[in-house]
């Protein structure tokens, strides 16, 4: 069965095509990315604006002719965290819905968090059901880590903290200040306060942009190659020495580098900051990147569904 799922996020809009079999295996048939910023301003404002309805319009109707030129069979679409708070949220809805004959489904933060995790470990086979496995996904509004093993969940959390969201309260300035990064720094050690602690020899697993970002910026690769950045591992004296690299540049000077998407390069020391403040809580010493998560997970279940199979 051949599946387009899409995740609605607060900074990104993500598409994948893949075939599912009905044990949960799949095969990709086109991954795109945009940078929607469906959240600009809903923290401060409540409401997704105007404008924003027809930029995410514009990027939903590519992706849905992406996926119908492939000859999809199903597609699901889903929103997170801007979606869940922003107070005009059935409006946009019905937007969509009438121009694009698209239905789009919010999920709450533990849904979302399940599904991450599910598509994170969608090409990491464990060393055993037995195996623990923590998956952190850093949203543009919102930051989610689950824990399971295998292809089970056993808890996960979400938070309302998120690279857009940390950016538009507090690194208002580029570079921002040494006062605003400390005070980006206790919000996040606040948001992260209650976070339990990883069950022993936990493998943690990070998804999203700021993720991915990172192990390009590590591998110094003048392209994104997913098969190089998939599995990579970050270090914290990796991410440390990135993220002192990067702090004192101004937004124009992070735009120049290739690994750096231009659209992401206003958010992405926010990203690093809740991923510093994450591992330093969690006592982690590295993590494992992946280019999958929600959009995967999406795809996964939805074969649960059309096969009645549980993966």
Do not use: W
């Amino acid at each position: 069965m051949r599946i387009a799922s899409i995740d609605i996020g607060t900074n990104t809009v993500l598409l994948l095509v893949a075939d599912i079999q009905p044990d949960g295996s799949l095969e990709v048939i086109r991954d795109e990315h945009f940078i929607g910023r469906l959240g600009k301003g809903v923290d401060e404002h409540g409401i997704i604006q105007k404008e924003t309805f027809l930029r995410i319009q514009e990027i939903l109707s590519r992706l849905k002719s992406i996926a119908n030129s492939c000859n999809v069979d199903h597609i699901s679409a889903c929103g997170t965290s801007a979606l869940r708070d922003a107070q005009n949220r059935q409006e946009f809805i019905d937007f969509i819905r009438e121009k694009l004959a698209l239905d789009i489904h919010i999920i709450t933060g533990n849904e979302e968090a399940a599904l991450t995790y599910l598509g994170a470990v969608s090409d990491s086979p464990p060393n055993g059901e037995s195996e623990s496995l923590a998956v952190l996904d850093i949203g543009g509004g919102s930051t989610e880590i689950v824990v399971g093993s295998g292809t089970t969940v056993v808890s996960s959390i979400s938070t309302d903290i998120g690279s857009v969201r940390l950016t538009e309260r507090i690194l208002k300035t580029s570079p921002p200040t040494n006062d605003a990064l400390e005070h980006a720094a206790a919000l996040v050690q606040d948001h992260v306060r209650n976070f339990p602690p990883l069950p022993p020899k936990t493998k943690l697993i990070g998804v999203a942009g700021t993720l991915t970002t990172l192990a390009a910026l590590d591998l110094h690769l003048p392209t994104f190659e997913r098969n190089l950045v998939n599995r990579h591992t970050l270090p914290v004296k990796t991410i440390d020495r990135i993220f002192q690299e990067l702090r004192p540049l101004t937004l124009e000077q992070l735009k120049g580098y290739p690994q750096i998407h231009p659209s992401r390069a206003d958010i992405l020391l926010a990203g690093i900051i809740i991923l510093r403040e994450i591992l330093r809580k969690l006592n982690i010493s590295t993590i494992t990147v992946s280019d999958r998560g929600l959009r995967y997970g999406i795809a996964r279940r939805a074969a649960q569904i059309v096969f009645n199979n549980p993966i």
